[in-house]
């Protein structure tokens, strides 16, 4: 395979993912085949675009506090004071990923109401799990002559932290943020089952009234963007870890 | 003597605290679906039963506090469970007037925020006590054993979840088999075909990249998707292919729903064998060819052995994620526990999605601590034999 090909099929996507989430009026004869009926090929219960912006703002939102919380709760067991938390955080974890994301947000329900908060809720759950074990693999399978380096230089404790751990880490952090994106992307579809606004309300629409037209274009624009997203993360992921001179998988 | 405390132990008295004393501890409704009544502890039991279970969570909650010998931690917390378990029970017929049968009782926050103070620090104390896979998976019947006694025993059927339950028992059941079939069906194909493919892949360096690409791709169409696609392709099938029909083959209900499981199962499996078979120690391998092994001989005496902890591993979250998956069936009218679940959620009732929810979850974590422990053994008899 030539080595511009992978490029030139991203940006191929890009711009079909872009002209359909914007004119998706160009793209119904493609769909038409798939109604039955005369049913509307085009989603019109509302605009692609902005379910799809919703869709990645739900997904941004709860990365960002799973990002958060999971990576201080790694730093956390792995100093010397939150040492005696390691085993148990790793058992929790464990327990944690057999809660099946359905279940997750039907009981959030009841807590929170329906809407984006349950999904919020499940979704952040979920992107805890991968995120912290990653940052806890990366933080404790340091080169130690790196760390004893660091602490002959004279660095502080926060200073080996924010300056050498984090930094070294970084690749193996982005891996497990870039394992949440992508299962939350696919996971805020079922959202819409509790009335969350994200592109899964085309899916279930196509689902309730028999429209493949309209399940296939919801499910593709989500596999497009995950697809997409992913791409993105693993090249940030490359160039920090060239840049930590650390192999990553 | 200095006092000293557990750290995690502050975290659990804190919780058990204000889940004990501040939070409800059960729910009174008049029927099923109108707001409830919060009941605190001493509202919700019978005069003699309150004191005593403040008093078994205070007990409780100070051994977890200070630095107490791992035995009485466990005791405590073994002790501080069932008694939660046999009291909310106490507590569901306490509430309920004699006679009706429309107020429902469910357990309030307060209930499991404490059901969660407890287990952590049960799942603390097994941590450290680190058991050995079978002490494991013995723990676990226990748990269940337990559980199992008190449902037949009848202790919680004043509460909500099983009053709902009693309601659609015939349901369950089927629902609970198709769920399982469903997970367990499509694991089992996708690892005839999967384990297959993915030796191949091992093999042939050029299949490689691109199986696993495709293979990727697909579990990034969202479930509820690739259940909908599946529908027109399976419906085609049906009435095309003479004896599909007669197969239990349909557009809509369980068949697309398993060959959409069956797909996300390929992944892990295929990934895992293949990552599996590279692990294998070159010097494992050349030593077989120098013995005069065959191909075929290698693969089954010598890779496959080695790679099977790794292979199990794909396994595992392959079925962990298929049980989850399967809930999601129902959307399609594939039943499952899903069926209760989306039910629920309909109705704005939750003990009915409680009723889909709760097995699925027991049927996750009982099958996560299963595989988990089969893993561990084949893993460390491997290091014995290989040292």
Known sequence: MKAWLPSLLRLLLVVLLVAFVTNPGWFEPLLKPLTENGAPA?????????????????????????????????????????????????????????????AVLALAVPAVGFGEKPTLIALFLYGLLPIFENALTGLTTLPANVIEAARGAGMTGWQRLTKVELPLSAPIILGGIRLSVVISLATATIGSTVAAKTLGEVIIAGLLSNNLAFVLQGGLIVAALAVLIYDGLSAIERYTARRMGRETE | MRIRFDKLGVVIAAIAAYAAFLAPFATFRANRIVPGEARSILEALPTTAGPILLAILVAGALIALLKTPLVLRLGASVVALAALAILIGVAGSFLTPVGNTFARVSPASGFWLLIFAFTLLLADVLTRLNPSPWARVGVLVVAAVAIGLLLISGQWNSLSILKEYAN???????????????ALGSLAVAAVVGLPLGILCHRVEKLRAGV????????????????????????????????????????????????????????????????????????????????????????????????????????????????????????????????????????????????????????????????????????????????
């Open chain 2, 168 to 182: 659609r028992a015939d349901s369950f059941w089927a629902e609970g088999s198709k769920h399982i079939t469903l």
């Open chain 1, 42 to 102: 085009i989603y019109n219960q509302g605009s692609l675009l902005t379910l799809t912006l919703l869709h990645l703002r739900t997904v941004l939102i709860a990365t960002v506090a799973a990002t958060l919380v999971a990576v201080a709760l790694a730093i956390l067991v792995t100093r010397p004071a939150g040492a005696e938390f390691l085993p148990l955080s790793r058992s929790l974890v464990n327990i944690g990923q057999t809660f099946p994301p359905v």
């Open chain 2, 212 to 387: 696993l690409n495709v293979l990727n791709i697909i579990q990034t169409i969202p479930s509820i998707a690739l259940f909908g696609l599946l529908i027109a392709p399976l419906g085609w099938v049906a009435t095309h292919v003479p004896g599909a029909a007669e197969l239990g083959i349909r557009g809509i209900g369980t068949a697309p729903a398993f060959v959409a499981l069956f797909l996300y199962s390929l992944l892990p499996v295929v990934a895992n064998t293949v990552v599996g078979l590279a692990g294998v120690p070159r010097a494992a391998n050349d030593a077989a060819r120098g013995m005069g092994m065959t191909d075929r001989q290698r693969l089954f005496g010598v890779e496959f052995p080695l790679a099977f902890p790794v292979i199990l591993t794909g396994i595992r979250i392959v079925l962990v994620q298929n049980i989850g998956l399967a809930t999601i069936a129902a959307l399609i009218g594939g039943g499952g526990f899903g069926v209760f679940v989306f039910q629920g959620v309909g109705q704005t009732a939750m003990d009915l999605v409680l009723l889909g929810a709760v097995p699925t979850v027991a049927l996750a974590f009982v099958a996560a601590i299963i595989l988990d422990a089969v893993i561990e053994m084949t893993a460390t008899k491997r290091r014995v034999e290989t040292a």
